[in-house]
């Protein structure tokens, strides 16, 4: 238990100011460097759980909603602050959908897999991120990870990746190309008429250059703001 404490609090030591994944002199953490660090949080994540549980204080049927949460934060707040372990029952119904990650991921007519990590939702004035977190990865049909080239585009919106060299999301334009690094997309808050956005996800095999079957991401225009629901990827 003792070691399990130490690598906890090593890890909670390198989500601090100055930790050596960030740029020199840059006290902020970058969406990759957290995209890095991720593995090693959520087993953090893992024990912290069931330790929570198994004192009573987080049921079996919370677990993944807590979990969510949780990861929702460590992205939203760039690694900064504390992670309360103490559970109050109905705390879950304070979590705003904004600070809250979602793992999409639908079939593909050629037989890949096809997985969007975002947040379940997205509004533009009060935001803390950039805007809506797009991280793509792709399984083969043999159920490996398989290396592809995720184009991103939108008739409205702007998309924006992470610049190393100025420390900050810059716009690269309607359309966004993506290894399975992150891609930002961006827009004003919508007009109470506005038409529900569709993200266009384009895939090329890496090795080969071929076209694969693509996808889309429809989102739900919801009062200021913008959702995006379990249904919300749809495959060719």
């Known amino acids: ?11 909670l030591a390198a989500l601090l100011p100055g930790c050596a994944l960030a740029g020199e002199g840059d006290p902020l ?4 460097d957290l995209l890095t660090l991720e593995p090693a949080y959520e087993a953090f994540l893992d ?7 198994s004192r009573g204080l987080l ?18 707040n760039g690694g900064y602050g504390s992670i309360l372990a103490t559970y109050m029952p109905g ?5 705003r959908d904004e600070e809250t990650l979602l793992t999409l991921s639908v079939a593909l007519s050629g037989g890949q897999t096809l997985e969007l ?9 009060d935001s803390s991120l950039s805007g809506l977190m797009l991280t793509p990865s792709l399984t083969g049909a043999d159920g ?12 409205s919106g702007v998309f924006l990746k992470w610049d190393a060299m100025t420390g900050a999301y810059v716009s690269v334009g309607a359309t966004a190309l993506s290894d399975g690094e992150t891609v930002v997309w961006s827009d004003q808050t919508p007009a109470p008429d ?18 694969l079957p693509g996808a889309a991401l429809t989102l739900t225009v919801d009062g200021t703001g913008y959702r995006v629901g379990e249904d919300a990827l749809s495959g060719e």
């Open 59 to 76: 049921s079996e049927e919370e677990r993944g909603a807590w979990h969510d949460a949780q990861m929702g934060d460590f992205f939203q």
């Open 117 to 125: 990590l975002t947040m379940r939702r997205y509004t533009p004035q």
């Open 144 to 155: 490996l990870p398989q290396d592809a080239r995720f184009t991103f585009s939108a008739a």
């Open 29 to 32: 953490l970058s969406v990759d």
């Open 1 to 11: 238990m003792t070691k399990r404490l130490l690598c906890a609090a090593l890890l």
């Open 91 to 95: 705390v879950l119904s304070l979590a």
């Open 47 to 53: 024990e912290l759980e069931s330790l929570i549980v």
């Open 194 to 211: 506005a038409k529900n956005p569709v993200l266009v996800i384009g895939i090329t095999d890496a090795q080969t250059g071929d076209m």
